[in-house]
């Protein structure tokens, strides 16, 4: 039985503060639309907002999508006020929703690439049935370093995340929009 948004979440911190994303300088404008592209967590076309706490956090992501994107992003800074987000960090936040590390942070874009489906497309949807607005995902390209992953923002409904650009670093030479690394 699907329940309502955030109703498990009522104990989580609230998410608040200045995030980053690489964007191309093109499509400065839609920064925040969240990427429609297949993600870590993101079906083709299933918008998803990935975010880093930090700008080496952006930088490790980008790792992972060097192909054949622009060499040229731009870094913006995203501030975010979140709730109903669990913490792939935490091993009780991992148990209580049934999700296993090893099924979020296998490698994903090899099997979408064959018609697959990545196991962490599987954890998206198990967060999203019980409500979460999203997630945070820790790095591997370099641990301690973690990300945001929204599933759901500035739709207008009670408890869900709000977000807006509020500057950036032109002229940051990275090779993708979006990331998930």
């Known amino acids: ?6 109703e498990r979440f009522g104990s989580a911190p609230v ?6 994303r690489a964007i191309d300088p093109r499509f400065r404008e839609a920064a925040i639309s969240g990427s ?42 995203v501030t975010v006020e979140a709730t109903g987000v669990v913490d792939l960090r935490d091993d009780s936040a991992l148990a ?13 874009q090899d099997i979408v690439r064959s018609g697959g489906t990545p196991s962490s497309w599987k954890v998206r949807d198990r967060l999203v049935e019980a409500g979460a607005n999203g997630l945070i995902d820790p790095s ?3 641990p301690g370093l973690w990300h945001l992953v929204l599933f759901r923002w500035n739709d207008g409904d009670p408890g869900s995340p709000v977000v807006s650009v509020v500057g950036g670093q032109p002229g940051f030479g990275l090779g993708v929009v979006c990331y998930g690394a």
């Open 96 to 108: 209580e929703f049934g999700v296993d590390l090893p099924d979020a942070i296998a490698p994903w």
């Open 36 to 77: 429609r592209s297949a993600g870590r967590y993101s079906r083709p076309g299933e918008p998803t907002l990935y975010l880093s706490s930090s700008v080496e956090g952006v930088e490790a992501a980008m790792i992972a999508h060097r192909d054949g994107r622009s060499s040229s992003l731009d870094i913006v800074e």
């Open 140 to 142: 591997r390209k370099s």
């Open 15 to 20: 998410i608040r503060g200045v995030f980053y």
């Open 1 to 6: 039985m699907k329940q309502a948004r955030g």
